[in-house]
């Protein structure tokens, strides 16, 4: 589409369109890991999210759940609402993982009685650290009522979501969201993706997400266009 280049990611880059409330978000092959500290790039990324995504929101707003998603442009392009992001990360957990694991001492692969929701300040600098409820109220990061919304609509998501996994073998372990405001209404943003989620094999716990490049197994670009597949199938 050719906009000026309004924001660049570590994953993303942002552009202008000729609409004021809509941007383009472009899909990049760059992966991070560690807030930044590894740095690569994984062939077709860019590609395999931006579908992987597309397709995820779509199936969420069949089920009620709004987002910034409005189309996907082109191989590495997706039309959304420009949003202004609320600077919370939601993590939503079915299994642990991660650092979670670290945190409790659950090993990987223990799976939790009920989905665990967190909550994590976006701040790359502090390399975004896990706060509460109270936190949130403190440093003005939204309201009470908006924090439930979060929670809830994250909760929602993660049942969309696992089920349309399970039903194609595979486990949804963990995922993070970020939310923002287009004219005051609260909406999903960002991406979803392998890059943000736990995405396991359900028969043999093969994984099919970032942990591949994150921890060097191997068989990252193979894992995101398994994933693409399955969802596509
Ligand atoms: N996650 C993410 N961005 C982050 C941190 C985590 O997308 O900046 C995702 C990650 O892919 C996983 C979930 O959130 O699906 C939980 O990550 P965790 O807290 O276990 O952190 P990690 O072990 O990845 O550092």
Redesign the pocket.
């Known amino acids: 589409m050719g906009g000026k280049l309004l924001y660049e990611g570590k994953a993303k880059k942002i552009f202008e369109t000729g609409h004021p409330y809509e941007v383009e978000v472009y899909f990049k092959d760059d992966a991070t890991a ?2 930044g500290a590894k740095k690569g790039q994984i062939n077709s990324k860019g590609i395999l999210n931006n579908a992987i995504s597309s397709l995820f929101f779509e199936l969420l707003e069949a089920n009620g759940v709004k987002s910034h998603y409005l189309k996907r442009i082109d191989e590495r392009s997706m039309l959304v609402k420009k949003l202004k992001i609320i600077q919370i ?1 939601v ?1 939503v ?1 079915n299994i642990a ?4 694991s670290k945190r409790i001492g659950w090993p990987e692969g223990k799976a939790l009685p009920s989905p665990v929701v ?1 909550f ?1 300040y976006k701040d790359d600098d502090l390399g ?1 650290p896990l706060i509460n409820d109270y936190h949130v109220a403190a440093m003005g990061l939204a309201t009470p009522e908006e924090l439930a919304w979060l929670a809830a609509e994250s909760l929602r998501v993660n049942a969309i979501l696992r089920d349309h996994l399970l039903a194609r073998k595979v486990k949804l ?4 969201l970020e939310f923002g405001k287009s004219d005051e209404e609260l909406l999903l943003g960002d991406e979803i993706s392998p ?4 995405f396991w094999d359900s028969e043999t716990n093969l994984r099919l ?3 591949r490049f ?1 921890r060097d197994m191997g068989g990252v670009e193979e894992a995101y266009q398994e994933m693409y597949d399955r969802l596509k199938g």
Do not use: I, P
């Open positions: 560690f807030n990360e993590v957990r993982a991660g650092s979670l967190e994590y975004d372990v963990d995922f993070k890059d943000t989620c736990r997400d970032k942990d994150r």
